[in-house]
Each structure stands twice: as C-alpha cells, then as structure tokens.
C-alpha cells in the first residue's frame, strides 16, 4: 500500500487530475493516464444507454484515440476496493503488464498500487 505523499509530483498531479473529474462531472469515478511523452488524459464514467465505460477505460481509450504508444501510469479515484479486471486489462494494454495502477479514495489518498498485468 502506497500513501500520497510518497508519490512523485507526475503521480500526485494525475491522482489529483483524476479526482477533479470525478468531482466536476459528479461521477462514479475518476482516471487519469499519463502516456510516455508524458500528456495526460483524464475521464469520468461513461454511463449512457447505449456505451458503458469505467473512467480508467476512458482515459485510456482517449490516450489511443490522440495517438499514444505507450502509458507510464494510471490513477482512479473511486470508492471501489480495487481496480476490476478490465481496467487493469485495459492499462496492460497499452502499457504493459508492468505499468503502475493507483487506486486512490474520493478524498485523493492512494489506497494501492497494482500492476497493470
């Protein structure tokens, strides 16, 4: 288990990236990846009727869609314990099975890190 405050600013800045959008949008969740030219891309859940996407696979698919190659790491802000099999497909994805996934409160503490794979 990881606390905040060891993070390095490039994590903190997504945790705190991820955590804004679950606040302004009012969602379930929040995410933020960082791609490896360093860009963000941060998202909500996608709850329509017709598309169902957690913040995690959002972010990453936005990352896909503006042509990244690779990510250095994620965050989600949710009040779930862990991060679903699917989030963490998704990030291995993209990233890599090594690729470092932060798990954080509302409140913005990381809880844990996962690895992607």
């Known amino acids: 288990m990881t606390e905040s405050t060891e993070l390095g600013p490039e994590d903190r800045k997504i945790v705190t ?3 804004s ?4 949008n009012g969602v379930q969740e929040g995410a933020a990846v960082r791609d490896e ?3 963000t891309y941060v998202a909500g859940t996608v709850a329509l009727e017709s598309l169902k996407l957690s913040a995690l696979q959002t972010a990453v698919a936005m990352a896909v869609a503006s042509g990244a190659k690779s990510l250095e790491a994620a965050a989600v802000v949710t009040e779930a314990e862990t991060a679903t099999d699917a989030d963490r497909a998704a990030v291995r994805d993209l990233g890599g099975p090594g690729t470092p996934v932060l798990l954080a409160g509302p409140d913005g503490t990381v809880r844990l890190t996962l690895q992607a794979g």
């Open 37 to 39: 030219t360093g860009r």
């Open 21 to 24: 959008a679950r606040a302004r």
């Open 17 to 19: 990236l991820a955590r």
